[in-house]
């Protein structure tokens, strides 16, 4: 299957700081299903682990990004639980099982990822697919930036069940999944030509939870794999 470009979460957009207790953003309108999307299953304590990890960062006003790495799942394969019980499918499925955190630089609004050879060969060895990603906004609310936007159109257009997960420590809500609308979001963002990093977009719904359609978060294992 292919994956996303990497170079595509070179810039990470703005992205917030999580608070103690996570509480989903969501944005204005209901939840956009564009089409028949597989379920992606998305491990309950990936956003309180990245936190952690993303702690020292966020203190410095800094972003951090990762990749949510997984497989697929056909109907009758099995997937183990945080207890070891394994849940076997009905249906194909996504499930995110590493977090990877690459090596990287950012600032206040932007995350650059560094090695991307690195990543690949490790993406390559253990036949992962790249699902979505995650970043860290230190101080902004919760929300995609036209940066996040573009970033994630890379993403979504190799994988129509790719996911951002903005992570915003400073804000009430202080997490959000989500993803293009397709149409009009992604088409529309895919054929903006603005060069300024920061720039607006139609008045159209451009993006929408993730959370509230196809992801499910479930108590399953994760891998945490950090390259820096």
Same mark, same amino acid.
């Given at each position: ?15 917030? *700081? ?7 953003? +969501?944005? /204005?309108?209901?939840?956009? $299903? @564009? ?10 304590? /990936? ?18 990004? +990762? ?41 206040? @609004?932007?995350? /650059?990822? &560094? ?13 992962? *697919?790249?699902? +979505? ?6 101080? $902004? ?28 420590? $400073?804000?009430?809500?202080? !997490?959000? *999944? ?17 060069? @300024?990093? !920061? ?9 929408? &939870?993730?959370?509230? +359609?196809?992801? $499910?978060?479930? @108590?399953?294992?994760?891998? *945490?794999?950090?390259?820096?």
């Amino acid at each position: 299957m292919p994956r996303p470009p990497l170079s595509a979460i070179a810039a990470a957009g703005r992205i917030p *700081i999580l608070g103690p207790k996570l509480s989903s953003a +969501g944005t /204005t309108g209901k939840y956009v $299903q @564009d089409r028949k999307l597989k379920a992606t299953v998305l491990p309950r304590e /990936t956003l309180p682990r990245f936190l952690a990890i993303a702690k020292l960062n966020t203190s410095l006003n800094r972003e951090t990004c +990762g990749l949510l790495l997984g497989k697929e799942l056909k109907p009758g394969e099995g997937s183990p639980n945080s207890r070891g019980r394994h849940r076997f499918s009905s249906k194909t499925e996504y499930v995110v099982t590493t977090l990877l955190i690459p090596k990287q630089h950012g600032t206040s @609004d932007m995350c /650059t990822m &560094d090695g991307e050879e690195l990543v690949l060969s490790f993406t390559e060895e253990r036949s992962l *697919i790249t699902l +979505g990603w995650i970043h860290t906004h230190p101080s $902004q609310s919760c929300f995609m930036s036209s940066v996040d936007l573009h970033t994630h159109s890379g993403f979504q257009k190799m994988l129509p069940e790719s996911i951002a997960v903005v992570c915003a420590p $400073q804000s009430n809500p202080n !997490f959000g *999944i989500f993803r293009l609308t397709d149409p009009p979001g992604l088409p529309v963002i895919l054929n903006c030509r603005e060069k @300024d990093a !920061f720039h607006p977009h139609p008045d159209l719904p451009i993006y929408t &939870d993730a959370d509230k +359609g196809h992801v $499910q978060m479930r @108590d399953t294992p994760l891998e *945490i794999i950090d390259l820096r």
